[in-house]
């Protein structure tokens, strides 16, 4: 079992920036995919970011450009987020899954990853 926890998140207003983290349990951390998501209110959880065990990133088109997820050495991932929105108001997030050869972080979808930590709120004011 994979254990998921986020921090980082707060306010902030529009055109500012924050930096989520989040910390796995997972003592073969290397062998995880990792992803970010939200859940404004009203709305669909969406992928935002992914990132596979080698470090290959994918972006939704809505935060190309802005967004960048990492990881650390320190089983830790993160998810730099500039230029903030208030459409970018959500709960934020991480996620994992064990990578294989048909399996990888560049399907943002919910299904395709099986661990989740609790959510971090990020609001911005415009």
């Known amino acids: 079992q994979v254990q998921l926890a986020e921090s980082g998140g707060g306010s902030v207003q529009a055109g500012g920036s924050l930096r989520l983290s989040c910390a796995a349990s997972?003592?073969?951390?290397?062998?995880?995919?990792m992803g970010w998501f939200r859940q404004a209110p009203g709305k669909e959880r969406e992928g935002v970011a992914g990132i596979d065990p080698d470090g290959q990133t994918y972006y939704a088109d809505s935060v190309k450009g802005r967004f960048t997820i990492s990881l650390d050495n320190a089983k830790n991932t993160h998810l730099q987020m500039n230029s903030l929105q208030p459409e970018d108001t959500a709960v934020y997030y991480c996620a994992a899954n064990f990578w294989n050869l048909g399996r990888r972080a560049n399907d943002l979808s919910s299904p395709n990853f099986r661990y989740w930590g609790q959510g971090t709120q990020v609001t911005v004011s415009s």
């Open positions: 997972e003592t073969t951390f290397s062998r995880l995919y």
